[in-house]
Nanobody, 121 residues
Framework: QEQFVESGGALVQPGGSLRLSCTAS????????MGWFRQAPGQQREWVAS???????DYGDSMKGRATISRDNIKKTLYLQMNTLKTEDTAVYYC???????????????WGQGTQVTVSS
């Protein structure tokens, strides 16, 4: 079973920036599109952004224009650079492979621990 490990979350003030990282075990980076998701307290997990194997990004409405997704296939690491953070960005952020036909949907049913992002003054 593949494993995802997210890191980089922190407490940050509104307007601040963070860069999240995600590593995955096995050969997942060489064979899968990848994505970021988040889950705020009391809410369902939502898609944030995806990036294809070839590096083509796609963004959900929640962070479009404020986030940049990238990947390093040699380091097998996925990144999410988030800027101009808002209080409503507070959530646990997760990474996963995404379906090739619908990149806003996770490919696997299992998830890592996630990394907590808290935006507060």
């Amino acid at each position: 079973q593949e494993q995802f490990v997210e890191s980089g979350g922190a407490l940050v003030q509104p307007g601040g920036s963070l860069r999240l990282s995600c590593t995955a075990s096995g050969n997942i980076f060489s064979t899968n599109h990848m994505g970021w998701f988040r889950q705020a307290p009391g809410q369902q997990r939502e898609w944030v952004a995806s990036i294809s194997i070839y590096g083509n990004p796609d963004y959900g409405d929640s962070m479009k224009g404020r986030a940049t997704i990238s990947r390093d296939n040699i380091k097998k690491t996925l990144y999410l650079q988030m800027n101009t953070l808002k209080t409503e960005d507070t959530a646990v952020y997760y990474c996963n492979s995404v379906r090739p036909d619908t990149t806003s949907l996770a490919l696997y049913d299992y998830w890592g621990q996630g990394t907590q992002v808290t935006v507060s003054s």
